[in-house]
């Protein structure tokens, strides 16, 4: 007994701090709470969805043949002009392709011009003819790609705009078709936001919803949108499908192409079921949670199908189509079943 005192004195010196031992509480102890009517509503969907700013015209340059790039005349960030010279090839090679292809064709013109008048004195026969107006045909042909592929082993700017990335430096080995520089055209097309969205909301959006747009980057302004298209695939990495939202984006307005931005998709498919306050909803996971009602005086825990989300509110579709009462407050301490009295 005298071993146990040291262990018993500080726990009865505990208790006489605390007031004594807490009183059990009883499973039949009503719970207050307070608790809301429920009535369905019908209200425009919003969407919310995130992604990147950038031009409808953004293009990948390159040139048409390959070759060692001579110069590359713009860096990225700079802005260009249409017509503008922004890079080039060494053009050696080329421009030796281009110089047989014309002698190539004096040949076969001269060729030609000795097959007619051997035809007219009757030396040479029609077929022979024939022959050297196809020769001469297809030589120049091969001179007219000659120069088209000079011309195209420069790159120049279509339209105003700016330099997004810059992908080869001088010097560099470019084969037909690689990357060069990637542009858009600021000056004159439309800025989008390029979002990705889940199954279960692009079935909600559709070509024309109005949008608000904003950006971190722009705090306190808000820019106007619509939605301009949708895809009809999913990405296989992402497996989101993909909107573009047009923003009229004033001319006031530093907008730059990979800005990240934020949208609300005002949806013309109306929401129909109920919009509860957030803290009501308990154990929220996807499109599933649960919430208490009131039935019989008694809490029952409800399952519902999630749809939505608001600052204040969740949207509920389907669950509450038997209840009349919802429980708002005083959530955490109940159980299924628990019962309840009203806290005024």
């Not at 262990?7 to 102890?29: I, N, Q, R, S, V």
């Not at 013309?268 to 109920?274: E, K, N, V």
């Not at 989300?309 to 301490?333: C, F, H, K, R």
């Amino acid at each position: 007994m005298r071993h146990l005192l040291p262990l018993l004195l500080p726990a009865a010196l505990l208790l006489h701090a605390c007031g004594g031992a807490p009183e059990a509480t009883t499973a039949t102890e009503a719970v207050p709470v307070r608790t809301v009517k429920l009535a369905r509503t019908e209200r425009p969907q919003q969407v919310a969805v995130s992604g990147l700013f950038s031009t409808d015209d953004e293009s990948v340059l390159s040139f048409k043949t390959g070759g060692i790039v001579r110069s590359v005349l713009v860096r990225e960030g700079d802005r260009v002009k249409a017509g503008q010279l922004l890079a080039t090839l060494d053009l050696t090679e080329i421009e030796a392709q281009v110089k047989q292809a014309e002698l190539g064709l004096e040949k076969a013109t001269r060729d030609l011009q000795r097959a007619e008048n051997l035809h007219r004195d009757s030396v040479a026969s029609l077929e022979q003819l024939q022959n050297a107006r196809t020769a001469q045909e297809l030589a120049a042909q091969q001179y007219t790609a000659a120069q088209f592929n000079r011309q195209y082993s420069q790159i120049r700017a279509g339209a105003d705009g700016y330099v997004l990335r810059k992908f080869m430096q001088e010097g560099q080995l470019a084969g037909p078709g690689t990357p060069v520089l990637q542009v858009n055209g600021a000056g004159r097309g439309t800025w989008v936001l390029k979002a990705g969205i889940a199954d279960k909301d692009w079935a909600r959006v559709a070509e024309g919803d109005s949008a608000t747009v904003t950006s971190d980057a722009l705090p306190g302004r808000t820019l106007r949108g619509v939605v301009r298209s949708r895809s009809m695939g999913a990405d296989p990495a992402s497996g989101q499908f993909q909107v573009e939202i047009a923003v009229e984006a004033a001319g006031d307005i530093p907008v730059a192409s990979g800005l990240f931005g934020k949208a609300v998709v005002r949806t013309r498919l109306p929401f129909q079921g109920w919009a509860v306050p957030l803290e009501s909803v308990l154990d929220g996971d996807g499109s599933r949670g649960y919430v208490f009602t009131v039935q019989g005086g008694k809490a029952r825990r409800t399952p519902v199908t999630l749809v939505g989300l608001t600052p204040t509110e969740v949207l509920i579709s389907a669950g509450l189509e038997q209840s009349t009462d919802l429980v708002v407050s005083g959530s955490a301490y109940l159980t299924d079943g628990s019962t309840i009295t009203l806290n005024r």
